[in-house]
């Protein structure tokens, strides 16, 4: 009996821009997920990358009409490899001086690290006010601020607050990119974010996002809080990668993005699918 698999499909609905390439994630080895296959319809030319500040990797394509990629993972027992836990320092993973100040206080009396992070994770429940606002609390900041009061922010406002605290106290996480479907549901429009911890060696995974929006009881560590199928296409935050266009910075890697000539970035519009073969 073979692994059940998962392919997640990601059709561009607009023609490629002139003297364009598409920088999509390629799927790192998420625990219980390794990728088996990627296809891209519509692509002449397709390269693997490494990103420069980390050993993530992407596909940077050229299409000579509206791709449709498609990554299909397979289910496995195995963990991440230990390269996912390394960290970029960028803008969106270092505290300063305000947040390391506050991130001693919510861990002033934690006796050991599972409950320094989960000091830092019911603050940030009880910080947070899920929404999309367009400006992002980080805009404007070199490096990821303390917060006061309550803030609007979505999955990536608030796994950024999370993450960069709980690596001021020298806990071990990670920024995870993906797409997330809903029980029931076989499409999403757009990717969602999660943190991976390591505490006392072993994986730990947090959503608080999904907490706050759908209100799930029992707050604590869970890869789906809500429930539904997800599916790992990153790590990191703030990827630099060095294209034919140029060099380039994605501050978060789960879609893919049209590089223009000179390393300008532009989203590509994309319908999101998935499909199951349990065999």
């Given at each position: 009996?073979?692994?059940?698999?998962?392919?997640?499909r990601?059709a561009?609905?607009e023609?490629?821009?002139?003297?364009?390439w598409?920088?999509?994630?390629?799927?790192?080895?998420?625990?219980?997920q390794?990728m088996?296959?990627?296809?891209?319809?519509?692509?002449?030319?397709?390269?693997?990358?490494?990103?420069?500040?980390?050993?993530?990797h992407?596909?940077?394509?050229r299409?000579?009409?509206a791709?449709?990629?498609?990554?299909?993972?397979?289910a496995?027992?195995?963990?991440?490899?230990?390269w996912?836990?390394?960290?970029?320092?960028?803008?969106?993973?270092?505290?300063d001086?305000?947040?390391?100040?506050?991130?001693?206080?919510l861990?002033?009396?934690?006796?050991?690290?599972?409950?320094?992070?989960?000091?830092?994770?019911?603050?940030a429940?009880?910080?947070?006010d899920y929404?999309?606002?367009?400006?992002r609390?980080?805009?404007?900041?070199d490096?990821?601020?303390?917060?006061?009061?309550?803030?609007?922010?979505?999955?990536?406002?608030?796994?950024?607050?999370?993450?960069?605290?709980?690596?001021?106290?020298?806990?071990?996480?990670?920024y995870?990119?993906?797409?997330?479907?809903?029980?029931?549901?076989?499409?999403t429009?757009?990717a969602?974010?999660?943190?991976?911890?390591?505490i006392?060696?072993a994986p730990?995974?947090w959503?608080?996002a999904?907490?706050?929006?759908w209100?799930?009881?029992?707050?604590?560590?869970?890869?789906?809080?809500a429930?539904?199928?997800?599916?790992?296409?990153?790590?990191?935050r703030?990827?630099?990668?060095?294209?034919?266009?140029?060099?380039?910075?994605?501050?978060?890697?789960?879609?893919?993005?049209w590089v223009?000539?000179g390393?300008?970035?532009?989203?590509?519009?994309?319908?999101?699918?998935?499909e199951?073969?349990?065999?």
């Amino acid at each position: 009996m073979t692994a059940p698999t998962r392919t997640v499909r990601v059709a561009v609905t607009e023609t490629p821009p002139e003297e364009a390439w598409l920088l999509a994630p390629r799927p790192f080895g998420h625990w219980g997920q390794r990728m088996t296959e990627f296809a891209a319809s519509g692509a002449t030319e397709v390269r693997e990358i490494e990103a420069q500040n980390s050993r993530q990797h992407g596909y940077m394509m050229r299409c000579s009409e509206a791709p449709e990629l498609a990554w299909t993972v397979e289910a496995v027992t195995d963990g991440a490899e230990d390269w996912v836990w390394d960290v970029a320092d960028t803008r969106h993973t270092i505290a300063d001086a305000g947040l390391q100040a506050q991130a001693e206080e919510l861990c002033c009396d934690a006796p050991d690290e599972a409950a320094a992070l989960r000091a830092i994770l019911h603050a940030a429940r009880e910080m947070f006010d899920y929404d999309h606002p367009e400006e992002r609390f980080t805009d404007g900041h070199d490096s990821v601020p303390a917060l006061c009061g309550t803030t609007k922010g979505s999955c990536v406002d608030i796994n950024t607050f999370v993450l960069a605290a709980a690596r001021a106290q020298g806990l071990t996480g990670q920024y995870v990119m993906g797409f997330w479907f809903g029980p029931g549901r076989t499409t999403t429009p757009d990717a969602h974010c999660w943190l991976a911890f390591r505490i006392g060696g072993a994986p730990e995974f947090w959503d608080v996002a999904h907490h706050l929006k759908w209100g799930v009881n029992g707050f604590g560590p869970a890869l789906n809080p809500a429930g539904g199928r997800r599916i790992a296409m990153s790590c990191g935050r703030g990827l630099r990668f060095d294209t034919p266009n140029g060099a380039v910075d994605i501050s978060h890697f789960g879609e893919p993005v049209w590089v223009l000539p000179g390393g300008e970035m532009r989203p590509a519009p994309i319908r999101i699918s998935l499909e199951e073969d349990p065999s």
